[in-house]
């Protein structure tokens, strides 16, 4: 192994920052406003430890698990990500070569910087379509057919993009917007876009992202194609009951890397709301039409990976995923060993305990309320009553 190579993912940022023209660097690293939901995308991470059970053979690890049906041998993707020849003059092509190596799944930019057509031709891979709605349908519906007439096996409509984020960097930094190399011949530029102040990249997204982007676009989306349809950008349980309801064959829980919606909360955070805890809920069986929301407690709702943040949050969503599919009762004991309560040192108060004196995890506070009007069940507490309003108080409570 050569010497000098980066040994995590945090030194291949270092040379990233020196190897990019600063506005580059700012567009890939940069969040919206003021950078909280940044900043806690990751302290989010720091705030979940490892509870780790020991005398165990590791001899064999098998991290392998199946998305849509296909099958991968771990729990990572590669989310898309616009524009990466400002990184590597191969661009998304590289990208595809990369994941097809790790054989794994790579979502394809609707704003990569290679066509659908050189991705598709570039290697063997399972691969997946982003998609953003422009007030051109036309243009959207396009791309659509063109990445379903070349393999790819589903289409991941991004949905918390209507309007672009304010990112504040990009407006200093007069952000030019590169071109979508897949927009060449279906739409005209303006060319004076480039004259004027602030982030271009903004403004051409104001010019072509419908704003009015609502539920009855996925039944539109569902019109034109077969594909399975992912909808990426989640954040809330009521918003993934939704998507199950239009017909999504799956949801990805993300806060689009924070570069959206500033004082959302962090990806990680908002997959603990989405994800019901088994035995907590009633699933229909798979077999009653209802699949894709059986589907919902395994991988779809994973967190997208960035290519940056990847191994970090492949730790997390195993550890995620066990713990919320953790058995009641297997671990359980007197008290209540939810970390968030024994941080606060004041009496349990959650359900779990205090009610059915089950599972060993709760969830915080706040996130009761919604948690409960999802299982449809009774407070057998009653702190809701008194607790703090406007954190999402339910009727039943
Ligand atoms: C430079 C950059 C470009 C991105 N471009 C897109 C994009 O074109 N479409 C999209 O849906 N998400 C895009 N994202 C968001 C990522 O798909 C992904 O959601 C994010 O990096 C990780 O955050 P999450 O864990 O909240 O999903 C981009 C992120 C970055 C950093």
């Known amino acids: 192994m050569e010497d000098n190579l980066p040994v995590n993912v945090r030194e291949y940022q270092e040379l990233a920052k020196k190897a990019l023209p600063k506005m580059h660097y700012d567009y890939i690293n940069g969040g919206a406003e003021d950078e909280y939901t940044l900043r806690e995308n990751i302290a989010a991470y720091g705030r979940i430890l490892l509870r780790p059970r020991v005398l165990i053979d590791v001899?064999?690890?098998?991290?392998?698990?199946?998305?849509?049906g296909y099958n991968m041998p771990s729990p990572i993707i590669v989310a898309p990500t616009g524009a990466h020849k400002l990184a590597n003059p191969e661009g998304e092509v590289a990208t595809a070569r990369a994941a097809a190596a790790c054989n794994t799944i790579m979502v394809l930019s609707f704003g990569s910087s290679c066509k659908?057509?050189?991705?598709a031709s570039s290697c063997d891979a399972i691969r997946f379509y982003q998609l953003y709605v422009y007030r051109r349908r036309d243009v959207s519906a396009t791309l659509v057919r063109r990445a379903e007439s070349l393999g790819f096996k589903a289409i991941v409509l991004t949905v918390d993009t209507p309007v672009l984020?304010?990112?504040e960097a990009d407006i200093r930094n007069k952000m030019v917007a590169p071109r979508m190399a897949n927009l060449e011949g279906l739409m005209s530029f303006d060319d004076d876009?480039?004259?004027?102040?602030?982030?271009?990249?903004?403004?051409?997204?104001?010019?072509?992202?419908?704003?009015?982007?609502?539920?009855?676009?996925?039944?539109w989306l569902k019109s034109i194609t077969s594909l399975p349809i992912l909808?990426?950008?989640?954040?809330?349980?009521?918003?993934?009951?939704?998507?199950?309801?239009?017909?999504?064959?799956?949801?990805?829980?993300?806060?689009?890397?924070?570069?959206?919606?500033?004082?959302?909360?962090?990806?990680?955070?908002?997959?603990?709301?989405v994800t019901p805890p088994a035995g907590r809920i009633h699933l229909p069986s798979p077999d009653s039409g209802h699949a894709a929301h059986m589907q919902m407690r395994g991988?779809?709702?994973?967190?997208a990976a960035s290519v940056m943040r990847a191994r970090r949050r492949a730790v997390t969503a195993t550890y995620g995923g066990g713990r919320l599919r953790g058995a009641a009762g297997t671990d359980s004991g007197p008290g209540c060993r939810c970390r968030w309560l024994r941080r606060w040192r004041g009496p349990c108060r959650c359900w779990w305990t205090a009610g059915s004196g089950g599972a060993p995890t709760c969830s915080r506070r706040w996130r009761w309320a919604p948690r409960q009007s999802w299982w449809g069940g009774r407070c057998s507490t009653g702190w809701r009553r008194a607790g703090r309003p406007g954190r999402g108080t339910s009727s039943r409570c």
Request: aromatic share 4%; glycine share 8%.
């Open 116 to 119: 659908i057509e050189e991705v």
């Open 193 to 219: 876009i480039d004259s004027k102040g602030g982030s271009k990249l903004e403004r051409f997204a104001h010019e072509t992202l419908d704003p009015s982007l609502s539920w009855k676009d996925v039944e």
């Open 231 to 273: 909808l990426k950008g989640i954040v809330t349980a009521e918003d993934a009951r939704k998507a199950v309801e239009v017909g999504a064959a799956g949801v990805i829980v993300s806060n689009h890397g924070a570069r959206q919606l500033d004082y959302a909360p962090p990806t990680i955070s908002a997959l603990e709301e």
């Open 59 to 68: 001899s064999k690890i098998d991290m392998s698990t199946t998305l849509l």
């Open 299 to 303: 991988m779809h709702v994973q967190p």
């Open 165 to 167: 984020g304010r990112r």
